[in-house]
Antibody, heavy 122, light 108 residues
Framework: QVQLVESGGGVVQPGRSLRLSCEASGFNFNSYGMYWVRQAPGSGLEWVAVISYDGSNKYHAGSVRGRFTISRDDSKNTLYLQMNSLRVEDTALYYC???????????????WGQGTMVTVSS | EIVLTQSPATLSLSPGERATLSCRASQSISNQLVWYQQKPGQAPRLLIYNASNRATGIPARFSGSGSGTDFTLTISSLEPEDSAVYYCQQRSNWPPLTFGGGTKVEIK
């Protein structure tokens, strides 16, 4: 079945780095745009980044631009989020999500992983 | 950036009652609105896209309507399993993609 499994979360000090991974299965990974969405404890959803199906286009939210980088490795069916210069306010559950439409991204998330928790604390 | 405002913050209703959730956009987004359901401890689930199209496997008691700046998610007859937080999201003018703050539906 279609599945997304995130990993790589943990506890990290402010200013340090972390790389999240999201392994996809059950669909043609290289045909879909992919996203990261985060949710701070007790709060709502915040879009973080998107990468096009072919990796040629990427966009990041203003709150993470210049610190986070989304990427993908289609040979491994894996999405990544490299997070540098982490801040306390980056503490959240990070979800990866699949675009509903193949080809160019549509901005609708039809499949979500279960999330990986990132805690930034000294 | 388009801001989405959801109301009410919390809705407390009994099984079988009708739930009406509102989402208002800070500018016109045509029909480019999406609804998600999130139950405690779970990832969000896609309910409605393009304001009124039910996603695969979503029960018919869920319906969406609206265009421009005002949108509604209606649950025609509440079931106990509909207890969740519901988020709207716009995809009209992005990046950034933006979400509303959510409406919590409680079943009495």
């Amino acid at each position: 079945q279609v599945q997304l499994v995130e990993s790589g979360g943990g506890v990290v000090q402010p200013g340090r780095s972390l790389r999240l991974s999201c392994e996809a299965s059950g669909f043609n990974f290289n045909s879909y745009g992919m996203y990261w969405v985060r949710q701070a404890p007790g709060s709502g959803l915040e879009w973080v980044a998107v990468i096009s199906y072919d990796g040629s286009n990427k966009y990041h939210a203003g709150s993470v631009r210049g610190r986070f980088t989304i990427s993908r490795d289609d040979s491994k069916n894996t999405l990544y989020l490299q997070m540098n210069s982490l801040r306390v306010e980056d503490t959240a559950l990070y979800y990866c999500a699949k675009d509903m439409s193949s080809g160019w991204y549509w901005g609708v998330f039809d499949i979500w992983g279960q999330g990986t928790m990132v805690t930034v604390s000294s | 950036e388009i801001v989405l405002t959801q109301s009410p913050a919390t809705l407390s209703l009994s099984p079988g009652e009708r739930a009406t959730l509102s989402c208002r956009a800070s500018q016109s987004i045509s029909n480019q609105l999406v609804w998600y359901q999130q139950k405690p401890g779970q990832a969000p689930r896609l309910l409605i896209y393009n304001a009124s199209n039910r996603a695969t496997g979503i029960p018919a008691r869920f319906s969406g309507s609206g265009s421009g700046t005002d949108f509604t998610l209606t649950i025609s007859s509440l079931e106990p399993e509909d207890s969740a937080v519901y988020y709207c999201q716009q995809r009209s003018n992005w990046p950034p993609l933006t979400f509303g703050g959510g409406t919590k539906v409680e079943i009495k």
